[in-house]
Protein backbone atom coordinates (compact mmCIF):
# COMPACT_ATOMS: atom_id res chain seq x y z
CA UNK A 1 0.00 0.00 0.00
CA UNK A 2 1.16 3.25 -0.71
CA UNK A 3 1.79 5.53 2.29
CA UNK A 4 0.30 8.72 3.45
CA UNK A 5 1.25 11.30 0.89
CA UNK A 6 1.34 15.31 1.60
CA UNK A 7 1.55 18.47 -1.15
CA UNK A 8 3.39 20.32 -1.70
CA UNK A 9 6.60 19.39 0.09
CA UNK A 10 7.70 22.88 0.94
CA UNK A 11 5.47 26.22 0.50
CA UNK A 12 7.22 30.09 1.00
CA UNK A 13 4.31 32.61 2.00
CA UNK A 14 3.89 36.33 3.55
CA UNK A 15 2.31 37.13 6.37
CA UNK A 16 -1.37 38.03 5.65
CA UNK A 17 -1.42 35.27 3.03
CA UNK A 18 -3.16 32.21 2.86
CA UNK A 19 -2.21 28.65 2.24
CA UNK A 20 -4.18 24.91 1.94
CA UNK A 21 -2.12 21.82 2.47
CA UNK A 22 -3.48 18.28 1.29
CA UNK A 23 -3.27 15.14 2.53
CA UNK A 24 -3.98 11.81 1.17
CA UNK A 25 -4.44 9.09 3.45
CA UNK A 26 -3.64 5.28 3.22
CA UNK A 27 -6.21 3.70 1.23
CA UNK A 28 -9.13 2.26 3.84
CA UNK A 29 -7.94 4.81 6.14
CA UNK A 30 -10.50 6.70 7.38
CA UNK A 31 -9.39 9.30 9.75
CA UNK A 32 -6.80 11.76 8.75
CA UNK A 33 -4.80 13.82 11.89
CA UNK A 34 -2.75 17.07 11.79
CA UNK A 35 0.38 17.87 13.71
CA UNK A 36 2.09 21.32 13.55
CA UNK A 37 5.75 20.74 14.38
CA UNK A 38 8.11 23.49 15.78
CA UNK A 39 11.94 23.81 17.23
CA UNK A 40 10.11 25.74 20.16
CA UNK A 41 6.60 24.00 20.47
CA UNK A 42 7.53 20.83 19.73
CA UNK A 43 5.02 18.05 17.85
CA UNK A 44 1.00 19.69 18.92
CA UNK A 45 -2.24 18.03 17.70
CA UNK A 46 -4.24 20.51 15.34
CA UNK A 47 -7.39 18.60 14.66
CA UNK A 48 -8.93 15.30 13.46
CA UNK A 49 -11.17 14.44 10.88
CA UNK A 50 -13.09 10.59 10.67
CA UNK A 51 -15.78 10.68 7.73
CA UNK A 52 -15.78 13.95 7.00
CA UNK A 53 -16.27 15.15 10.45
CA UNK A 54 -14.34 17.25 12.42
CA UNK A 55 -13.75 14.63 15.90
CA UNK A 56 -11.36 16.43 18.05
CA UNK A 57 -9.51 19.87 17.73
CA UNK A 58 -6.38 21.14 19.81
CA UNK A 59 -5.60 24.84 21.23
CA UNK A 60 -5.39 26.32 17.84
CA UNK A 61 -6.71 29.90 17.19
CA UNK A 62 -9.44 29.82 14.39
CA UNK A 63 -7.29 30.52 11.55
CA UNK A 64 -6.18 27.22 11.22
CA UNK A 65 -9.36 25.16 9.57
CA UNK A 66 -9.43 21.93 7.78
CA UNK A 67 -11.93 19.72 6.29
CA UNK A 68 -12.27 15.97 4.71
CA UNK A 69 -14.01 15.04 2.02
CA UNK A 70 -15.83 11.62 0.78
CA UNK A 71 -12.68 9.73 -0.08
CA UNK A 72 -10.69 10.79 3.16
CA UNK A 73 -8.15 13.01 1.51
CA UNK A 74 -7.37 16.20 3.81
CA UNK A 75 -6.96 19.31 3.66
CA UNK A 76 -6.00 21.97 6.10
CA UNK A 77 -5.76 26.34 5.53
CA UNK A 78 -4.72 28.57 7.40
CA UNK A 79 -5.61 31.79 7.09
CA UNK A 80 -4.09 35.66 7.69
CA UNK A 81 -0.46 33.80 7.80
CA UNK A 82 2.30 35.34 10.79
CA UNK A 83 5.74 34.73 10.65
CA UNK A 84 4.72 32.02 14.24
CA UNK A 85 3.10 29.69 11.82
CA UNK A 86 6.48 28.18 10.06
CA UNK A 87 6.77 25.33 11.12
CA UNK A 88 6.44 21.55 9.15
CA UNK A 89 3.10 20.27 8.96
CA UNK A 90 2.49 16.55 9.31
CA UNK A 91 -0.65 14.52 8.70
CA UNK A 92 -0.81 11.44 9.60
CA UNK A 93 -3.60 8.23 8.66
CA UNK A 94 -5.24 5.54 10.80
CA UNK A 95 -8.04 2.54 9.67
CA UNK A 96 -10.22 3.00 13.13
CA UNK A 97 -10.31 4.34 16.10
CA UNK A 98 -7.93 2.40 18.59
CA UNK A 99 -5.20 2.20 15.86
CA UNK A 100 -1.87 3.63 15.02
CA UNK A 101 -0.92 6.99 13.07
CA UNK A 102 1.02 6.82 10.18
CA UNK A 103 2.86 9.75 9.23
CA UNK A 104 2.91 11.62 5.40
CA UNK A 105 6.48 13.62 4.99
CA UNK A 106 5.03 16.56 6.01
CA UNK A 107 4.90 20.03 3.87
CA UNK A 108 7.41 22.60 5.06
CA UNK A 109 5.75 25.93 5.21
CA UNK A 110 7.81 29.28 5.75
CA UNK A 111 6.17 32.70 6.52
CA UNK A 112 7.94 35.79 5.18
CA UNK B 1 -3.79 16.21 31.95
CA UNK B 2 -1.62 13.69 29.53
CA UNK B 3 1.98 14.47 29.18
CA UNK B 4 5.07 12.95 28.06
CA UNK B 5 9.20 13.80 29.50
CA UNK B 6 12.01 12.72 27.70
CA UNK B 7 15.32 12.90 28.28
CA UNK B 8 16.88 15.92 27.46
CA UNK B 9 19.50 16.07 24.31
CA UNK B 10 21.30 15.95 22.60
CA UNK B 11 22.83 12.16 22.61
CA UNK B 12 26.46 11.58 21.23
CA UNK B 13 27.49 7.56 21.69
CA UNK B 14 29.70 5.64 19.59
CA UNK B 15 29.11 2.94 17.10
CA UNK B 16 28.16 -0.55 18.75
CA UNK B 17 27.58 1.32 22.28
CA UNK B 18 24.28 0.66 23.98
CA UNK B 19 21.36 2.72 24.09
CA UNK B 20 19.06 4.07 26.33
CA UNK B 21 16.36 7.40 26.02
CA UNK B 22 14.41 7.58 29.03
CA UNK B 23 10.31 7.98 28.72
CA UNK B 24 7.91 8.88 31.71
CA UNK B 25 3.96 9.62 30.82
CA UNK B 26 1.74 11.29 32.79
CA UNK B 27 -2.02 9.91 31.67
CA UNK B 28 -5.61 10.23 32.90
CA UNK B 29 -6.72 6.73 31.28
CA UNK B 30 -5.20 3.89 30.20
CA UNK B 31 -2.62 4.90 27.33
CA UNK B 32 -1.24 3.28 24.07
CA UNK B 33 2.53 4.21 24.27
CA UNK B 34 4.85 4.90 21.22
CA UNK B 35 8.57 5.19 19.66
CA UNK B 36 8.55 7.52 16.61
CA UNK B 37 11.53 7.95 14.82
CA UNK B 38 12.22 11.18 12.70
CA UNK B 39 15.46 11.34 9.80
CA UNK B 40 16.45 14.60 9.02
CA UNK B 41 14.53 16.46 6.83
CA UNK B 42 11.40 13.54 6.80
CA UNK B 43 8.22 12.97 8.67
CA UNK B 44 7.32 10.83 11.25
CA UNK B 45 7.74 6.75 11.21
CA UNK B 46 6.56 4.21 13.61
CA UNK B 47 9.74 2.54 15.29
CA UNK B 48 7.79 0.43 17.85
CA UNK B 49 4.56 0.31 20.30
CA UNK B 50 2.52 -1.18 23.17
CA UNK B 51 -0.63 -1.16 24.09
CA UNK B 52 -0.70 -2.44 27.99
CA UNK B 53 1.43 -2.62 30.74
CA UNK B 54 4.13 -5.07 30.60
CA UNK B 55 3.85 -5.46 26.71
CA UNK B 56 7.37 -5.42 25.06
CA UNK B 57 7.40 -3.12 21.50
CA UNK B 58 10.60 -4.10 19.17
CA UNK B 59 11.66 -3.26 15.54
CA UNK B 60 14.83 -3.23 14.07
CA UNK B 61 16.86 -3.83 17.52
CA UNK B 62 15.11 -1.85 19.68
CA UNK B 63 12.99 -2.58 22.36
CA UNK B 64 10.71 -0.63 24.81
CA UNK B 65 9.17 -2.06 27.91
CA UNK B 66 5.39 -0.49 29.14
CA UNK B 67 6.04 -0.01 32.67
CA UNK B 68 3.05 0.80 34.81
CA UNK B 69 4.24 1.05 38.01
CA UNK B 70 6.77 3.25 37.01
CA UNK B 71 4.62 4.92 34.10
CA UNK B 72 7.42 4.67 31.80
CA UNK B 73 8.04 3.09 28.73
CA UNK B 74 12.58 3.77 27.96
CA UNK B 75 13.82 3.05 24.21
CA UNK B 76 17.00 0.42 24.27
CA UNK B 77 19.11 -1.05 21.71
CA UNK B 78 21.85 -2.83 22.16
CA UNK B 79 24.49 -1.81 19.76
CA UNK B 80 23.90 1.10 17.74
CA UNK B 81 24.89 2.37 14.26
CA UNK B 82 25.50 5.24 12.38
CA UNK B 83 22.29 5.19 10.77
CA UNK B 84 20.12 5.12 13.90
CA UNK B 85 21.19 8.82 13.44
CA UNK B 86 17.65 10.72 14.09
CA UNK B 87 15.33 12.39 16.51
CA UNK B 88 12.97 9.99 18.49
CA UNK B 89 9.73 10.59 19.99
CA UNK B 90 7.96 9.17 22.83
CA UNK B 91 3.80 9.21 22.49
CA UNK B 92 0.99 8.54 24.40
CA UNK B 93 -2.58 7.79 22.97
CA UNK B 94 -5.27 7.22 25.29
CA UNK B 95 -7.64 5.10 24.45
CA UNK B 96 -10.73 6.66 25.90
CA UNK B 97 -11.16 10.29 24.48
CA UNK B 98 -9.88 12.14 21.84
CA UNK B 99 -7.86 10.25 19.56
CA UNK B 100 -4.22 12.17 19.29
CA UNK B 101 -1.08 11.83 19.81
CA UNK B 102 1.03 13.50 22.89
CA UNK B 103 4.78 13.61 22.25
CA UNK B 104 7.19 14.11 24.79
CA UNK B 105 9.96 16.99 23.19
CA UNK B 106 11.87 14.64 21.31
CA UNK B 107 15.81 13.34 21.49
CA UNK B 108 18.23 13.81 18.73
CA UNK B 109 20.77 10.69 19.08
CA UNK B 110 24.01 11.24 17.09
CA UNK B 111 25.86 8.09 16.43
CA UNK B 112 29.90 8.66 15.80
CA UNK B 113 31.47 5.78 13.73
Known amino acids: KAGVTQTPRYLIKTRGQQVTLSCSPI?????VSWYQQTPGQGLQFLFEYFSETQRNKGNFPGRFSGRQFSNSRSEMNVSTLELGDSALYLC???????????FGPGTRLLVL | GNSVTQMEGPVTLSEEAFLTINCTYTATGYPSLFWYVQYPGEGLQLLLKATKADDKGSNKGFEATYRKETTSFHLEKGSVQVSDSAVYFCALKVIQGAQKLVFGQGTRLTINP
Open chain 1, 92 to 102: ASMQGRQETQY
Open chain 1, 27 to 31: SGHRS
